[in-house]
């Protein structure tokens, strides 16, 4: 029976049904179809998979196994728990009817059994998350506009690599899918390049991550909660897809992702921006762990996402509520709220802990495996300093990042100066949320065994990881307790520094925004222009056809010179010879064809 179940079509046809209804029966219908994917997820077998004709090829719209399954479970959790929150912070039933069809398309894509099914989802849930950020009107639009061109370039390479994948094997279905190919993952060569561009749109690779902090500050509050969940993780699922082996440039870029996000975020005074950056650098450790290729660090990749989707889910929740209560968004305009919303702040500070990855939080223990991942099982590196290793370097200074960037939140945000007014703190549903998902931050921090029962691979044993995985070593716990010392530390110095650094910090798109804006209008013009000249002078030489038809002898005495005076008429007068109005066409047209060619090549060029 549970065979027959393709979870993403079932919250879709709800998120159908969902604006029609009345708020709560509307919120209610969303959050019992998202529970029941967490409870089916939970019992399907492994080894499930529905497969369909589709296209004249083999879809596979169902495909179970530990890693699907773990993403399945935490998807339909977060998705429940954010409809709820959407509901208690005044989300119109429209809004969470889009944030259900996002749901929807993400576990279409991480249930998907095959490369061509993947990029169908893969390209819903780049629409239906474009919607859901365009359904708050504003200044969402035009971040909504800029966030699908960059997925929809992500998308395009993602199916080149993919249609050059199936041109090499000969199928789009997965290596662990009956009837797929010996090999998985994605052929290697420039298949594997294009795919590994296309995925790294959605996962924030730097230099294409910038839609991150201008999308996800735009929408409502309740909307970002869904945003900050699904696009980037299904992206991680994603490259482990393509990569199951590894990548030591795609590990690499992880570790660089964990530094530039945490970085980056240290510089904002607006909440959901520094949280935005700080998915980047998150997703960072898990790109890494993908890249290691081990399966220490694969499992500590997908424990990670697990863990990452809770606590930040969390954090975006306690920055709605704050904006929600207060209507400010700016930490310099915020302060002193510790007293006024004290469960908010508590719940913020469990989310800021497990994201730093504090002993006893969740956070701390996948963190633990993906950097245990890239000392035992990933080469020393160029900049390998004492016992450590380059990339564990990178995770290690993204963790201090973490603790400065969320200890200058809490600071700003909840205990430095007075509020001016009394605030009420967060209503009971957003309060219901937000306790549930703090107790599971410290209970898979503190119960670690549980989380391990979760993962692809069993990190306790010898025969399966490389180094059996312990979560509370005397060394593990120093470090967690130095990083954040050294959090603290780094905070009192730069206090004042941070202090003077006002409004948003401009990333890669303060270029690359304006350029594209300009030069696309640029080849409006030019084509529009060409367009009219091209016009103008194809409807000269049709004048002139018609009237070298009417007039033959006078044509032919003035091409042999011995047209009589007085033999022109008024309306040949002033106007060119023939034939340079040919020449004229003549290169208009071959400006204009031209002009097609080198579109054309820069289209090849791009999927390319």
Known sequence: MLDAVVPGVVVFAVALIVPWLGRRTGHALGALATAAVTGWA??????????????????????????????????????????????????????????????????????AGDWLTLLFFWELMAITSTLLVWDYGG????????????????GSLFMAAIVWHFVETGTFLFAAVPGGPETAGITAGLPAALAALGIG??????????????????????????LCVYTTKTGVYGMYRAFPEGELAIAYMGGVMAVFG????????????????????????????????????????????????????????TAGVVIYRTGRENLK????????????????????????GFPLFNGFVSKGMIISGSHYDFPAGPLAFGDFHTLEWLLLLGGIGTFLSFIKFGYYAFLHGEYDGPVADANLGQSAAMVVVAALCVFFGVFDGALFALLPFDVTDGDVVSHVYQTYTVDHVVEGVALAVAGVVGFIVLKK????????????????????FYGIRALVVGVTETYAAVDRLVVRTAETAMWTARNPDVFVHRAARTLPAGAVSDNWRGQEPPARIYLRAGIGIG??????LVTLGLVVVALL
């Open 42 to 111: 939970w019992l399907v077998p492994a080894g499930t998979y529905y497969q369909v004709p589709f296209l004249g090829f083999e879809a596979v719209l169902l495909h179970v196994d530990s890693f699907s399954r773990l993403m399945g479970l935490i998807f339909g959790f977060i998705g429940t728990v954010a409809v709820l929150y959407s509901w208690a912070s005044d989300a119109e039933t429209r809004q969470t009817a889009f944030a259900l069809s996002y749901v929807a398309t993400s576990l279409g894509a991480v249930f």
């Open 139 to 154: 200044r969402a639009v035009r971040a909504g506009f800029r966030y699908a061109l960059l997925h929809g370039l992500g």
């Open 201 to 226: 749109v959605n996962v924030g690779f730097v230099g294409l991550h910038a839609w991150l902090p201008d999308t996800y500050p735009r929408p409502h509050v309740a909307a970002s909660v869904f």
């Open 262 to 317: 945490a970085g980056m975020a240290l510089l904002q005074n607006d909440m959901r921006r520094l949280l935005s950056y700080h998915i980047q650098s998150q997703v960072g450790y898990m790109v890494a762990g993908v890249g290691i290729g081990t399966a220490l660090a694969q499992a500590g990749a997908f424990a990670h996402v697990f863990n990452h989707i809770l606590y930040k889910g969390l954090l975006f929740m």
């Open 333 to 356: 305009k915020l302060g002193g709220l510790g007293k006024e919303m004290p469960l908010t702040a508590v719940a913020f500070t469990v989310a800021a802990l497990s994201i730093a």
């Open 497 to 516: 520094p941070l202090e003077k650094v006002g409004g948003a910090v401009p990333d890669i798109d303060a270029l690359y925004n304006p350029g594209t």
């Open 591 to 596: 400006i204009l064809v031209l002009a097609g």
